[in-house]
């Protein structure tokens, strides 16, 4: 016989095995809690629920983890910024940007799902709040690291390239501080990695060649504190395409250096 722990507004848990009603509610008792815990109004119970999501997801499985908990953990992402801009907020969706790296993809069925993983972060990257943005950016990157070349090519890169043309600088900086390690993947010489350098200038050009001179001073700090990381990850490719990378490095670099100049006394300005 099977019973179910539901949890109102959140994920239903039910066993997949037939177990008896005694051992099915000890077992699934404090998964059920902990994602009823996900919505608490208690700080402290959910940062708690956010450190323990490899527990909740190793106990509903690959498909309903990605069917339900990551859904939801979405929804709670998409607060608006004006109405989580408190210390207790910026410490859940920081707890929760910080689990869904690329080690959680062991929970949804592995690398080919990782995709998966990008709605959330990018909500979570989506914002002014800094600890919370870089904690997405750092889980994003060893997603980055991690996913099939096909999968970044398919998922990763236009969501990088919408961020990139995005209207709200925090996105425009995130997508600048994401493209080494893309532009890493794609120029990977390794035997059987693949690779796409074309694509990694075409990324390059474009992305840096706009936003080397963009309005924000945080977008073109963002630029040049990544310029150095997008040079060495081009050094595996053949020449004729690292003397096109470079190329477009050095033009953004004086682009930058030039927006820098021109806009001296807006430096100071966040953006």
Same mark, same amino acid.
């Given at each position: 016989?099977?019973t179910?722990? !539901?949890v109102?507004?959140?994920?239903? %848990?039910?066993?997949?095995?037939?177990?008896s009603?005694?051992?099915?509610?000890?077992?699934?008792y404090?998964i059920? &809690?902990?994602?009823?815990?996900?919505?608490?109004?208690? %700080?402290?119970?959910?940062? *708690?629920?956010?450190s323990q999501? /490899?527990?909740?997801?190793?106990?509903?499985?690959? %498909?309903?983890?990605?069917?339900?908990?990551?859904?939801?953990?979405?929804e709670?992402a998409? $607060?608006?910024d $004006?109405?989580?801009?408190?210390?207790?907020?910026?410490?859940?969706?920081?707890?929760?940007a910080? @689990?869904?790296n690329a080690?959680?993809?062991q929970?949804?069925?592995?690398?080919?799902?990782?995709?998966?993983?990008?709605?959330?972060?990018?909500?979570?990257? *989506?914002?002014?709040?800094?600890?919370?943005?870089?904690?997405? @950016?750092?889980?994003l990157?060893?997603i !980055?690291?991690?996913l099939?070349?096909s999968?970044?090519?398919a998922y990763?890169i236009?969501? &990088?390239?919408?961020?990139?043309a995005s209207?709200?600088?925090?996105?425009? !900086?995130? !997508?600048?501080?994401?493209?080494?390690?893309?532009?890493?993947r794609?120029?990977?010489?390794?035997?059987?990695?693949?690779? /796409?350098p074309p694509?990694?200038v075409?990324? $390059?050009?474009?992305?840096?060649?706009? &936003?080397?001179?963009?309005?924000?001073?945080?977008?073109?700090?963002?630029?040049f504190? $990544?310029?150095? /990381?997008?040079?060495a990850?081009?050094?595996?490719? *053949?020449?004729?395409?690292k003397?096109?990378?470079?190329? @477009?490095?050095?033009?953004?670099f004086?682009l930058v250096?030039?927006?820098?100049?021109? *806009?001296?006394?807006?430096?100071? %300005?966040q953006?």
């Open positions: 016989m099977t179910s722990v !539901a109102p507004g959140a994920v239903d %848990v039910a066993p997949t095995v037939s177990e009603r005694g051992e099915a509610s000890a077992a699934l404090p059920a &809690l902990l994602i009823d815990e996900l919505r608490s109004e208690d %700080v402290d119970l959910r940062i *708690n629920a956010m999501l /490899d527990h909740i997801a190793c106990a509903l499985g690959p %498909v309903r983890t990605r069917e339900e908990l990551l859904p939801l953990l979405t709670l998409m $607060v608006d $004006v109405a989580s801009d408190t210390v207790d907020e910026t410490r859940v969706l920081t707890a929760m910080r @689990v869904l080690d959680f993809m929970w949804i069925g592995g690398p080919q799902y990782g995709q998966c993983l990008l709605r959330p972060l990018e909500e979570l990257a *989506n914002s002014d709040d800094e600890p919370r943005r870089e904690e997405a @950016v750092k889980s990157i060893t !980055a690291k991690a099939p070349l999968t970044l090519e990763y236009p969501m &990088l390239r919408n961020m990139a209207d709200w600088f925090c996105q425009r !900086a995130v !997508a600048v501080a994401l493209l080494p390690a893309v532009v890493s794609l120029c990977a010489r390794k035997k059987g990695s693949g690779g /796409d694509l990694a075409e990324l $390059v050009n474009t992305i840096f060649s706009a &936003l080397g001179a963009d309005d924000s001073p945080m977008v073109r700090r963002a630029v504190q $990544v310029l150095g /990381d997008i040079a990850a081009v050094f595996p490719v *053949n020449d004729s395409v003397a096109k990378l470079l190329e @477009v490095l050095l033009a953004s004086f250096v030039l927006a820098e100049t021109v *806009n001296l006394p807006d430096t100071a %300005v953006a």
